[in-house]
Nanobody, 124 residues
């Protein structure tokens, strides 16, 4: 059974930082791509950052480049998202996801497994 559990969300003032973590069950060790997605009220879910299990290749959404960093610790099936210089427009529910597709990129439709999400609120 594949399970993904996020943690680390919260409320922060604009310009601040948060670190999100996502720990997967043992079955997630076979999934090549893991990433972070977000969805704000009334908006579509968008890809934030993705990392490939082997080689650590990363891909970032344009809106967060230079501010967010995705990393992984494969020994404990965990990925993290360090978010710096947060802006009010970063406010959203953040989801961890994993995929066994060939190269899913930042497209949510190609991700098979999802966590429950963690709320990030940035106030000005």
């Amino acid at each position: 059974l594949v399970q993904l559990v996020e943690s680390g969300g919260g409320s922060v003032q604009a310009g601040g930082s948060l670190n999100l973590s996502c720990t997967g069950s043992q079955d997630t060790s076979r999934l090549m791509y893991r990433g972070w997605f977000r969805q704000a009220p009334g908006k579509e879910r968008e890809g934030v950052a993705v990392i490939r299990r082997t080689g650590g290749v990363t891909l970032y959404g344009d809106s967060i480049k230079g501010r967010f960093t995705i990393s992984q610790d494969n020994a404990v099936n965990t990925i993290s998202l360090q978010m710096n210089s947060l802006k009010p427009e970063d406010t959203a529910m953040y989801y961890c996801a994993a995929s066994n597709s060939g190269f899913p990129g930042l497209a949510p439709d190609f991700y098979n497994y999802w966590g429950q999400g963690t709320q990030v609120t940035v106030f000005s």
